[in-house]
């Protein structure tokens, strides 16, 4: 089973932009929704992203995420200390299982 | 609100056994899906299983099928893993998660706290 392919770490100053890309195949991210997930240190992960842009209730606007073709990608704005986790991202595969992302760690410098 | 909380943890032998439980509140458990995701110390999410909500379908990652089974009572709203012949390399810590909707495919929209399994001699 395959893994979806993320930079390992992105960085930018308190209120700046950052994006974080998620690179799979035809199998996974070219024919299902994405999710994103934020894990804060020391804690369970969250839901960010789901179907591909969706926000769930509660999720700040700062948060976005994207598809196209076999990659999608998560856009955080207005960076804030708060957003310093690990970020990954996930789809169903047609070989009848999940994959994640190799996780992204997000500082904020 | 949902809460998912897991038990079962804790420190096993190589080739031993443990079973994980998981137990729901705050929704209706038997209307969906179930996963269960682990996460070796310092490293990346891994999914493991997931389940349907009437249970009749099931499905495993390769590095655990035939070693792993998953199961729920939906009368006691109370989620399995079941993990056989375990090795140094099943050590993590393991999320309970529930699943947006009943059957595959669909993501996974809350998480448990987890409940670290360690293998070793």
């Known amino acids: 089973q395959s893994v979806l392919t993320q930079p390992p770490s992105v960085s930018a100053a308190p209120g700046q932009k950052v994006t974080i890309s998620c690179s799979g195949s035809?199998?996974?991210?070219?024919?299902?929704?994405v999710s994103w997930y934020q894990q804060l240190p020391g804690a369970a992960p969250k839901l960010l992203i789901y179907?591909?842009?969706k926000r769930p209730s509660g999720i700040p606007d700062r948060f976005s995420g994207s598809k196209s073709g076999t990659s999608a990608t998560l856009g955080i704005t207005g960076l804030q200390t708060g957003d310093e986790a690990d970020y990954y991202c996930?789809?169903?595969?047609?070989?009848?299982?999940?994959?994640f992302g190799t996780g992204t760690k997000v500082t904020v410098l | 609100e949902v809460q998912l909380l897991e038990s079962g943890g804790g420190l096993e032998q190589p080739g031993g056994s443990l079973r994980l439980s998981c137990t729901v509140s705050g929704f209706t458990f038997s209307s969906y899906a179930m996963t269960w995701v682990r996460q070796a110390p310092g490293k990346g999410l891994e999914w493991v299983s997931v389940?349907?909500?009437?249970?009749?379908?099931?499905y495993y990652a390769d590095s655990v099928k035939g070693r792993f089974a998953i199961s729920r009572d939906n009368s006691k709203n109370t989620l399995y893993l079941q993990m056989n012949s375990l090795g140094v390399e099943d050590t993590a810590v393991y999320y309970c998660?529930?699943?947006?909707?009943?059957?595959?495919?669909?993501?996974?929209?809350?998480w448990g706290q987890g409940t670290l399994v360690t293998v070793s001699s």
């Open positions: 998660a529930k699943n947006n909707r009943a059957g595959a495919p669909s993501h996974i929209d809350y």
């Open positions: 389940i349907s909500g009437s249970g009749g379908t099931t």
């Open positions: 996930a789809s169903w595969d047609s070989s009848l299982s999940v994959v």
């Open positions: 179907d591909n842009s």
């Open positions: 035809s199998s996974n991210i070219g024919i299902n929704y």
